[in-house]
């Protein structure tokens, strides 16, 4: 079974507005990482954000916010304001806590933002 | 800024070619991954390393592949013999600590011909 989901294989969003970006997760483990990386044309991938499965706020990062539902089991990113140069390639990932560590990536989500 | 260093970037071999990839994690991280990167497969597990110590191979193709850190400034990913299916990109990556976020090299593309 997958462990993480991105559904959207493409988004489009205008600049200056403010995009979601889904991913579901499935795991049994009570703690748990969730993160979120950027993978621009160049190649390189680039971490943007951090939720912990205990923390009690959801994480920011500037322009960054992760919507974290516990319940439901969805980490969405949220870019606000979006520029041209968030054009990229997103990933989310999970690493569980039963001593491993090892994150595990969704396919990604490919975010073009329009002028 | 730190940075992982992995070379070379681009990589063009024939098939039945060993292929040597290697990469040097940001001093003081004290775990390294070798990623794949396909279109088909997305984001792949092959190696994982904790102080140097390998803890996760079982991504990896075990008749042609190998992962080894001879020490703490080097890893290694080692393909013999190199297959048209091997094409791909692979990323290391290190990390402080195991469970945090990870810094990735730019990559090495490979194409078997």
């Known amino acids: 079974a997958q462990k993480i989901t991105q559904t959207q294989p493409g988004m489009f969003v205008q600049e200056k507005e403010a995009v979601t970006l889904d991913c579901t997760y499935d795991t049994s483990d009570p703690s748990y990482g969730l993160f979120w990386y950027k993978q621009p044309s160049s190649g390189e991938m680039i971490f943007l954000i951090y939720q912990g499965s205990y923390d009690q706020q959801n994480a920011t990062e500037g322009r960054y916010s992760l919507n974290f539902q516990k319940a439901r089991k969805s980490a969405n990113l949220v870019i606000s304001a979006s520029q041209l140069g968030d054009s990229a390639m997103y990933f989310c990932?999970?690493?569980?806590?039963?001593?491993?560590?090892?994150?595990?990536f969704g396919r990604g989500t490919s975010l073009i933002v329009h002028p | 800024d730190a940075r992982v260093t992995q070379t070379p970037r681009h990589k063009v071999t024939e098939m039945g070619q060993e292929v040597t990839m290697r990469c040097q994690p940001i001093l003081g991280h004290n775990t390294v991954f070798w990623y794949r990167q396909t279109m088909m497969q997305g984001l792949e597990l092959l190696a994982y390393?904790?102080?140097?110590?390998?803890?996760?191979d079982s991504g990896m193709p075990k008749d042609r592949f190998s992962a080894e850190m001879p020490d703490a400034t080097l890893a290694t990913l080692k393909i013999q013999p190199s297959e048209p299916r091997d094409s791909a990109v692979y990323f290391c990556?290190?990390?402080?600590?195991?469970?945090?976020?990870?810094?990735f090299g730019s990559g090495t593309q490979l194409s078997v011909l």
């Open positions: 990556a290190s990390g402080y600590r195991a469970g945090e976020k990870l810094f």
């Open positions: 390393f904790r102080n140097r110590a390998p803890l996760d």
């Open positions: 990932a999970m690493r569980e806590g039963g001593g491993s560590y090892i994150p595990t």
